[in-house]
């Protein structure tokens, strides 16, 4: 059975009120992480239905790249992996003023 993704890109300078305005509109706890996969620190969440949502960097500062160099202009990146909600969720990434959220990325894997 193949599992849906989203990606959206964010032009959001800051990691730490990107989480929390995320927090604040999809209505979950993000919690911090550290790993090489994501080039320093992300965020991460399990929700409702199974899905998961990861917040990270585009610069990769332990490999000194960007993980999604066709996609520089975006700081952030938000992944959601199994949307129960997609439309839901991604219609709160995307029109918050806030973020500019754009979804760069959709699929199945």
Request: net charge negative.
């Amino acid at each position: 059975m193949s599992k849906k993704f989203f990606e959206f890109g964010i032009r959001f300078e800051d990691l730490e009120k990107a989480r929390k305005r995320i927090e604040e509109i999809l209505q979950v706890d993000l919690e911090g992480w550290e790993g090489h996969a994501r080039g320093g620190p992300y965020y991460a969440v399990k929700i409702e239905g199974g899905t998961e949502l990861e917040l990270y960097q585009n610069w990769n500062s332990i490999d000194g790249e960007w993980n999604e160099p066709d996609n520089e202009e975006f700081s952030l990146f938000i992944r959601i992996d199994q949307p129960v909600r997609a439309d839901s969720i991604e219609g709160k990434l995307v029109d918050d003023s806030i973020l500019r959220a754009k979804l760069i990325r959709n699929g199945e894997y």
